[in-house]
């Protein structure tokens, strides 16, 4: 079941992406736009071993990509999804708060 909802162009098309987390999931969920305003099937990124409760998006580490953080309420922690030029994420990092 979603429990957040979050949009931004991660591949650089113009076009909105998705990503979605789910409360008792240690998934997010990303789905690419298309242009005809319908989503292309979700790629997914487990974040270890913790629920995703939120996200939020922006270009965290200023080199002009969106990434994406990912919180646990549960277990003070965050998941950093760093972006790319050639596509939605290159690697993750895990954050204990």
Known sequence: IPYSVTSAD??????????????GANNIFVLLGINDGTFGNSTIYTTGSFSSTSAAVGDFNK??????VVVSTLLDTLCVLFGSRNGPFLFKKKLIL
């Open 63 to 68: 080199v002009s990509t969106s990434n994406t």
């Open 10 to 23: 991660f591949n650089h098309d113009k076009v909105l992406n998705l990503v979605v987390t789910g409360e």
